[in-house]
């Protein structure tokens, strides 16, 4: 079964309003999670890893004060859109290791669609 | 910067035939290497990994080689099935745990 859950799965707003997108680690502490963007037929982008306790690290280009990252606790990250616009449509996919390097695989959520009209 | 090449898609096989989907990387270090499979309407998984030069993952049919000369790691298997229509994503990691992936490679077997 599943071991990271993201929520929600599809969400279509009206621009301008905020979105908060959920990812849970099920059966596991994360002390790290990720937060990429895909387009369409195009890869995931990494924009940001969510560190639990302290400040999120984000990528170049990636605007922080639009995509707010929280990771309050060693299960929950979350990733708020603000003022999201149509240009922010996409799909957003979170991934949560357990703190053991690239000897542990990565966990992926199953995405959030976002649709902003 | 770090870079993951990937074979364009789609890909379209009959069952049973041989599948190659190339790889190739650039990264400033000694790089971790993965292919991913993402399945209609679910998350990517873990298909199989090699952390150093010469390894060969395998999973499930499907092998890989890190190959540090020709700095590839393509994803092979000898005959596929209906069941591995997917989108595989070829990554590299660099010791903190994050990931770079390729564009992705959309796979359909015909029966």
């Known amino acids: 079964g599943a071991v990271v859950s993201q929520h929600p799965s599809w969400v279509i707003c009206k621009s301008g309003t905020s979105v908060k997108i959920e990812c849970r680690s099920l059966?596991?502490?994360?002390?790290?999670m990720f937060w990429y963007r895909q387009f369409p037929k195009q890869s995931l982008m990494l924009m940001a890893t969510?560190?639990?306790?302290?400040?999120?690290?984000?990528e170049q280009g990636v605007e922080k004060d639009k995509f707010l990252i929280n990771h309050a606790s060693l299960t929950l990250s979350t990733l708020t859109v603000t003022s999201a616009h149509p240009e922010d449509s996409s799909f957003y996919i979170c991934s949560a290791g357990g703190g053991g390097g690239l000897s542990q695989p990565q966990h992926f959520g199953d995405g959030t669609r976002l649709s902003i009209l | 910067g770090d870079s993951v090449t990937q074979m364009e898609g789609p890909v379209t096989l009959s069952e049973e035939a041989f599948l190659t989907i190339n790889c190739t990387y650039t990264a400033t270090g000694y790089p971790s290497l993965f292919w991913y499979v993402q399945y209609p309407g679910e998350g990517l998984q873990l298909l199989l990994k090699?952390?150093?030069?010469?390894d060969k993952g395998s999973n499930k049919g499907f092998e890989a080689t890190y190959r540090k000369e020709t700095t590839s790691f393509h994803l092979e298997k000898g005959s596929v099935q209906v069941s591995d229509s997917a989108v595989y994503f070829c990554a590299l990691g660099l010791g903190n745990e994050k990931l770079t992936f390729g564009t992705g490679t959309r796979l359909t077997i015909i029966p």
């Open positions: 090699a952390t150093k030069a010469d």
């Open positions: 059966d596991f502490q994360a002390t790290t």
């Open positions: 969510s560190n639990e306790g302290s400040k999120a690290t984000y």
